[in-house]
């Protein structure tokens, strides 16, 4: 499993252990004994047999003892994709979930997010949600910011400095009933000032990404606007969809003349294969294949859907109407900013519906893995990039240990070599202490930096 004989690659990094990963044909592969190369540019240069080391340091031209060896109780992980989160929500989270959508825009919402016109709030608030997504492994994430450009610029310069793979939306809305909003001009001009600034500074992994909050607090001028600006600068989109039965209600009377909630979107360019929708929890059979035909994927967001009392995503359905599907936090929907967090509670609403309809397929195990890892990275369409341990692709990567001291997880004689029901041990009832480094681009941003 070497790329094509390309020995002039500079080796940076060797690593031998177990890794565990997601490919197109299995939602759980686990290489015992294998050894890994990260060139200097941070991609994964090859992937071999452990006992194969003396003819792989051969031809890559490393030396045997500058291995990195896992422990027994370690293994290699794809770094995880949280597909949506909104970062300016960090500082109220795990608050306010007393309230349904609407309301708890209106009421918890929109008066923090008028805040971070104040850099300093938003430094701290950014700096913060960056390092605390870090630390539960979320090497990409796809965040919303607030309306405020140059607090949305400062969150790009954050992920960049501690070293986080990012898409970063300033946040588009003319239409509301609170006076956090912006006019349709401002938000249009200034979303163009936040990309063009943003793609200014050329970080290597932080990009813009249009972001209209929902149709909701859109206009149908401002969602136009939108649409064409993420097609003339070929960029990614984000925004919700369907997420409780009362704002389906709301768009179906804001837009009148069209079909659906998805055809809002269709009919203003912003469904492509660029585009993540959180939530979905009420599409329709037809609304789906209009996500599949478009190339537009969904984010599941099941710790928010829970805590709002929004809904709860059919995954079945979707992974069976070939949707692109990966798994966001939703922070602050959601009160928690771990993917291991949306893995359970992915797999404990998939169970949810099994109680309801017995025959229902639930969820497994394998497939939420997969959803937190490779589906995220195919949500986002970077699966060309990352998302999971093949040559060419960057090393994004989490280093478990199951067995760290005081950790939460006990694993017992005879548990390694890693196995899958280890596996199924350890991210269940594992934390953040179980990641003892995390990878982006082959660079270790975890442990984080002292100060
Ligand atoms: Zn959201």
């Not at 401002?222 to 969809?241: C, F, K, M, P």
């Not at 035909?293 to 829970?306: D, M």
């Amino acid at each position: 499993m070497t790329s094509q004989n390309d020995t002039t690659i500079c080796i940076a990094h060797v690593y031998r252990g177990s890794f565990v990963h997601s490919t197109r044909s299995a939602a759980v592969e686990i290489l015992q004994d294998t050894v890994l190369g990260v060139d200097r540019a941070g991609k994964i240069a090859f992937i071999g047999d452990g006992s194969d080391l003396d003819r792989l340091s051969q031809k890559w031209g490393f030396k045997p003892s500058d291995v990195k060896q896992l422990g027994q109780c370690e293994f290699f992980m794809p770094g995880m994709v949280d597909t949506h989160i909104h970062a300016s929500q960090y500082s109220y989270s795990g608050t306010a979930l007393d309230l349904p959508l609407l309301q708890w825009l209106n009421t918890y919402t929109f008066p923090v997010e008028a805040r971070f016109k104040d850099l300093s709030f938003a430094m701290d608030v950014y700096t913060r949600v960056v390092k605390r997504t870090l630390k539960n492994g979320t090497t990409t994430a796809c965040y919303f910011a607030t309306i405020h450009t140059d607090a949305s610029l400062l969150l790009g310069q954050i992920a960049d400095k501690f070293g986080q793979r990012a898409l970063v939306g300033k946040v588009c809305m003319d239409h509301n009933n609170y006076n956090y909003k912006e006019t349709q001009m401002e938000s249009v001009e200034e979303t163009k000032r936040f990309i063009q600034e943003l793609l200014k500074k050329e970080y290597p992994h932080v990009r813009p990404v249009v972001t209209p909050r929902f149709a909701v607090s859109c206009s149908s001028d401002l969602l136009s606007a939108l649409g064409e600006i993420a097609r003339n600068n070929d960029l990614h989109i984000q925004s919700h969809i369907s997420e409780t039965k009362e704002e389906v209600e709301v768009v179906k009377e804001l837009f009148p003349d069209h079909k659906s909630y998805t055809d809002v979107y269709k009919k203003h360019h912003l469904l492509t294969n660029k585009t993540v929708m959180a939530h979905g929890c009420y599409l329709t059979d037809e609304e789906l294949k209009v996500f599949r035909e478009t190339g537009a994927a969904i984010s599941h967001c099941p710790n928010s859907n829970t805590s709002l009392c929004s809904g709860i995503l059919n995954t079945r359905k979707v992974l069976q109407n070939e949707v692109k599907l990966g798994l966001g936090t939703d922070v602050a929907g959601g009160y928690s900013p771990s993917m291991l967090d949306a893995i359970r509670r992915a797999l404990d609403s998939s169970k949810v519906l099994t109680i309801q309809d017995p025959n229902f397929q639930t969820l497994t195990f394998q497939e939420a893995f997969r959803l937190a890892t490779l589906g995220g990275s195919e949500a986002l369409g970077l699966d060309e990039q990352i998302g999971n341990f093949e040559v060419g692709k960057d090393f994004d990567a989490l280093r478990v240990n199951l067995c760290v001291p005081d950790g939460p997880v006990d694993v017992f004689p005879g548990d390694f070599y890693l196995s899958l029901c280890v596996l199924h041990r350890g991210i269940p009832t594992g934390d953040d202490r179980n990641i003892v480094e995390v990878y982006v681009a082959g660079r270790r941003v975890v442990p984080l930096p002292e100060k």
